[in-house]
């Protein structure tokens, strides 16, 4: 295929992509200035609420401020003023406070592109730390045995909130070795840029590790291995190879984190885009919503073509010229350990789900409350006096259910989105930066408050990472030796897709789908307050974790019940895809 | 790893030029109230709701600039709520609708003198601005100016409470630079209290500094800082890790893990109750919300979902509003509840839509403990648990069957008669509740026009009698705030209507 017109003029290819990109900026911008009208939710009222919260909607007020903001001239109207306004740097006022929106953008945009840039030192360190074994022993033609690292998914599987939550605890408040909260220098980053960076490199470095072996078993390092190329030689080149299917990661993994740390935000007092734009989007502030969304679009498409240069830089010429060797990972003897972790991790969460499902999970008990584990709580109770165990038991097949079908659809959509490149690159950068928030705020505005609405916003946005990988890995297969060769004896597209891309990338984007399950356990729970999703006390793992991460220091076994199960999850799924791959 | 290091060192390079991001709040300190640790005994304050309109009196920050002295009224409010002396050295009732103002002595912080005509310019701002205050919703004053230090404030129907109204923050006298053209409001630089603004950086922190020139003398404490922390857990760690000194509504689970002599508990005026729309739904029959309210025990929150920061509830008005106790009328009248058999065959195929929000931590929780009691009575009940913004209108639609609400009882008049009007009347603009009964309406307006403070008082016990008797209403709890200030404060203002924190003789020890 691209070995066809491999030389293809590349006007077309940049225009085409171009063109997607102005498209999804500018359909995403329209959804968001058309929220009030489709939600049908009143914005004078909210708009009054935001700035006087004991305040009585009066109709004279309403109107007034309906008045005031010229809500009656319509969405249309409102959007051209605005782009109007744009066209000249001005981004209009914020309706809620009536200051210039542009100052207060800007200013927030800065505060967490820098912390976004402290968490991506973090996910680069981490990240090595995660390969470290993988490429001292590849580099030195000992990897010998098949290991898959169950390490990056136990942390990565670590909900970011409850680690923010644990670092202000322990090193800014006990220990006193950084500010618990405030923006205000250097060491106010430290620890956000930490509860951000540590799962972020654990899922790059986890992906990344997975890619290693493959490039360390390729004809070029046996050779300079045996002419005696130090090993750090090869490393880098190792590297240079395998680097390039991750980086496109980055995009939805750190660069999100921009608009899309909210949790964090909060809980360290950081004056970011996220809130700014999730308390926008509450009180339907359409200029500054508008504008924070236009800017996270941007950094976006922005980020996107420098993480595209940079792995067209790494690649270099074999990539433009058809001549890319594919990475096929070597098929090595596979460890013992992994059947051990999986079959235990399988025994420990079916444990775990046949006794809780025996209790029950909803029984409030006002004098049990929080109540350490003992032998009738085996797992405590939360602030209600209700039974730990019970909760995680009933909620176990609800939330794994949920958020497997959210992932699954995510990733095929991902996969499909993914094999139209130039169309998709734009909306694939534009979703990997929108925040989950905004996402269910467009869904509850054309469903309503749902049960499903929830697995519907995450799916609106969720496929990215997967569209990200998907077109990065089928740009390197089709640039490989065997597809040319396919071709030339005659192979059709079908044939091809289901004979080399598909095999070469579903792997891969397995392992990301399954490292990403946990925090899609925890961005479904985190629409609720929107009405999203299955209404409380219904026990959901997601719910667990945020409605008893106020008793973490008070109570801590509240949390570590449903953070271990989680990670209990996350680890049987990665281990035991990786069995059954081997087996296959 | 050369490539990537590659970008790392980009990265890193990057950041000095982000730097500048760090300084954003702080950018101008030095230049403005003099280095931050520089001055010794200022006080840091961190305050729960951040500014929604750059501390503008007509919005929600008007709170702010009574809680820091700032800015003052003509009057005040004195610990038991009636109206005590402020800008007014003095005032007198002259007939049902004119009221004289006699003004002390005092100057603004920009310097310039409080005169009659400076009051007659801020209340009529007041008056004009885009979206009324609240306390202004239900009158209309027009001031004038006799001589230099005399004002005559005539309202259009005659209004007993207004010396109480006029101590509301929204009606703060702030001078003629603080009016803008376009009809924005600047408290910086501009009020009379002891403590001036001097810098405001976006809703993340304020500078303040003493105004030597304040009429009631000069404030202990040099100055104030002021951060602005939205969550509670993040307030309490800020005062846990020295970072500030005073931190306001810490939540109760974790007012436990504050020091026993750094934590404050203060009653507040908030009610929480569970409020039953009587206009359509299942809680139309007068039966089942009797049935509602004789299944439901408040009590059983205190000391579990609010950490036994709260009181068990007596009424609509709690211990904060301390002269309630000794006038409490009896509930006569009421439904006979309908027993669970009733319940259940009344209600059959119907739930219960229990609707709460999720601002305040405490709701959901509660919610959680009012549904086992209620279905232990016979209902089928399915919560709804959202944003408040999420879900106001369809409360005031009346798409809910009962809703736990936590709601201010003493609104900025310091009156408890504008609650029960909006809440309770059938034209009352936030009668969630969809209460339409003649006798509450009527008990309502005989409190609205009484002038005699305890005869007022009197009328406003024998309307929540009504009321209650409605069973439109369940009171669950009066709750408690906690207010976390180091051990080495002193002076610092436990304020039930949540309007003063720190004054003139407020500093460290």
């Given amino acids: ?584 | 790893m050369r490539t990537p290091s590659r970008g790392l060192i980009a990265a890193l390079a990057l950041t000095p030029l982000l730097a500048g991001c760090f300084a954003s709040g702080q950018s101008d300190s030095s230049s403005g109230a003099g280095s931050k640790e520089g001055a010794a005994g200022r006080l840091r304050v961190a305050l729960a709701v951040p500014p929604a309109q750059a501390l503008s009196p007509y919005s929600n920050d008007a709170t702010v600039l009574s809680k820091l002295s700032v800015a003052e009224g003509l009057t005040a409010l004195d610990e038991d709520g009636a109206a005590a002396p402020a800008l007014a050295r003095s005032w007198k009732r002259n007939d049902a609708t004119t009221w004289t103002f006699e003004l002390r002595k005092a100057s603004f912080q920009d310097g310039t003198e409080v005169t009659a005509q400076s009051v007659v310019d801020a209340l009529d701002h007041a008056n004009e601005a885009e979206t009324k205050p609240r306390v202004l919703s239900d009158v209309s004053l027009t001031a004038k100016a006799e001589d230099a230090d005399t004002v005559t404030i005539t309202t259009k129907s005659a209004d007993p409470v207004l010396p109480l109204r006029l101590a509301s923050p929204a009606l703060a006298i702030l001078s003629a630079k603080a009016y803008a053209k376009d009809g924005t409001v600047s408290p910086v630089g501009t009020g009379t209290g002891p403590f001036e603004i001097t810098r405001l950086s976006g809703k993340t922190s304020a500078a303040l500094t003493r105004f030597d020139g304040y009429w009631g003398g000069k404030a202990k404490a040099p100055g104030i800082d002021v951060s602005w922390i939205a969550d509670g857990t993040a307030r309490a760690n800020a005062l846990r890790g020295g970072d500030v000194d005073i931190a306001e509504w810490i939540p109760t689970a974790q007012a436990k893990l504050l020091d026993k002599d750094t934590r404050h508990e203060v009653p507040s005026v908030r009610t929480d109750s569970l409020v039953l729309n009587t206009g359509s739904g299942i809680f139309t029959d007068a039966t089942l919300r009797a049935a509602a309210r004789e299944a439901v025990d408040g009590s059983a929150l205190v000391d579990s979902v609010f950490g036994g920061y709260a009181d068990p509830a007596e009424g609509l008005f709690g211990p904060a509003v301390p002269w309630t106790a000794g006038k409490r009328v009896e509930v006569t009248g009421r439904a006979k509840a309908a027993t669970t058999a009733q319940v259940k065959a009344e209600t059959k195929g119907k739930t219960l839509r229990l609707a709460t929000y999720t601002n305040r931590a405490e709701l959901p929780e509660a919610a959680s403990v009012l549904q086992q009691q209620l279905e232990k009575a016979g209902f089928r009940v399915k919560q709804d648990v959202r944003e408040y913004t999420q879900m106001e209108a369809d409360l005031l639609a009346g798409k809910y069957d009962a809703l736990v609400f936590s709601r201010v009882t003493l609104l900025d008049t310091g009156d408890a008669v504008a609650y029960l009007a909006s809440d309770y009347t059938s034209d009352g603009v936030y009668n969630i509740a969809a209460l339409k009964d003649s006798a509450v309406d009527k008990a309502i307006r005989a409190a609205a026009e009484e002038s005699d403070t305890a005869e007022r008082q009197q009328k406003i016990m024998r309307a929540e009698a009504e009321i209650l008797r409605t069973d439109a209403v369940v009171p669950l709890v009066h709750e408690k705030a906690v207010q976390g200030i180091a051990p080495d404060v002193e002076g610092v203002l436990l304020d039930p209507r949540e309007r003063s924190l720190i004054d003139l003789d407020t500093h460290l020890k």
């Fill in chain 1, 1 to 584: 295929m691209s070995v066809a017109h491999g030389l293809a003029p590349a006007r077309p290819r940049r225009w085409r992509s171009g063109a997607g990109r102005v498209l999804a900026g500018a359909g995403l911008v329209t959804a968001v200035a058309l929220l009030p009208w489709l939600s049908r939710t009143d914005p004078a009222l909210t708009v009054l609420r935001a700035r006087s919260a004991d305040q009585d909607p009066s109709p004279a007020d309403l109107a007034a401020v309906r008045e005031q903001l010229g809500l009656d001239e319509g969405p249309l109207a409102h959007l051209a003023a605005w782009l109007g306004g744009m066209a000249r740097g001005d981004a209009g006022t914020s309706w809620v406070s009536g200051e210039p929106v542009l100052p207060q953008v800007t200013g927030a945009f800065g505060v967490s592109v820098t912390l976004m840039l402290g968490a991506l030192a973090v996910t680069v360190l981490v990240a090595g730390l995660v390969c470290a074994r993988t490429v001292f022993l590849g580099s030195r033609r000992r990897l010998r045995q098949d290991r898959v690292s169950t390490g990056p998914a136990v942390l990565a599987a670590l909900p970011k909130f409850l680690l923010a939550s644990l670092l202000a605890t322990v090193c800014g408040v006990w220990l006193g070795w950084f500010p618990s909260s405030g923006w205000e220098g250097p060491q106010s980053m430290v620890l956000p840029a930490l509860a951000l960076g540590i799962p972020s490199g654990a899922m790059i470095g986890g992906l990344l590790d997975q890619a290693l072996p493959a490039a360390f078993h390729e004809p070029w390092a046996r050779t300079w291995y045996s002419v005696g190329f130090p090993p750090g030689h090869t490393a880098r080149h190792a590297l240079r190879r395998a680097l390039p299917g991750v980086l496109p990661q980055l995009l939805p993994t750190v660069v999100a984190l921009v608009g899309g740390a909210v949790a964090v935000e909060k809980i360290f007092n950081i004056p970011g885009l996220g809130r700014l734009a999730l308390d926008a989007a509450i009180a339907q502030d359409l200029p500054l919503l508008q504008t924070a969304t236009l800017a996270l679009a941007l950094l976006g498409m922005a980020a996107g073509l420098l993480v595209g240069a940079l792995r067209h830089a790494l690649l270099g010429r074999p990539l433009r010229d058809g001549a890319l060797p594919a990475l096929h990972r070597p098929a090595l003897p596979q460890g013992r350990a992994l059947r051990w972790v999986a079959g235990s991790c399988a025994v420990v969460l079916l444990g775990l789900v046949a006794a809780g499902l025996l209790r029950d999970p909803l029984h409030v008990d006002t004098v049990a409350r929080l109540v350490p584990p003992s032998v009738a709580h085996p797992l405590g109770t939360d602030s209600l006096g209700r039974d730990l165990l019970a909760r995680l038991g009933h909620g176990a097949l609800r939330t794994a259910g949920v958020a497997l079908a959210v992932t699954a659809v995510g990733a095929v959509t991902g996969l499909l989105l993914g094999m139209v490149p130039q169309v998709s690159a734009g909306l694939t950068e534009a979703a990997a930066t929108l925040p989950a928030v905004l996402a269910g705020l467009l869904t509850t505005a054309v469903t309503g408050a749902s049960v499903w609405g929830a697995a519907c916003a995450v799916c609106l946005v969720g496929w990215s990472p997967y569209a990200a990988q998907s077109a990065a890995l089928l740009e390197q297969e089709r640039a490989s030796g065997h597809i040319a060769a396919s071709v030339s004896l005659g192979a059709g597209r079908l044939h091809l897709l289901r004979r080399h891309m598909l095999p070469a990338l579903v792997p891969a984007l397995l392992r990301n789908a399954l490292l990403r399950l946990p925090t899609t356990v925890l961005v479904l729970a985190s629409l609720g307050f929107l009405g999203l999703g299955e209404q409380p006390p219904t026990p959901e793992w997601g719910r667990l974790l945020s409605e008893n991460q106020p008793y973490a220091e008070l109570a801590p076994w509240t949390v570590l019940g449903p953070a271990g199960a989680l990670v209990l999850l996350s680890v049987l799924a990665v281990s035991g895809t990786a069995l059954r791959q081997r087996s296959a």
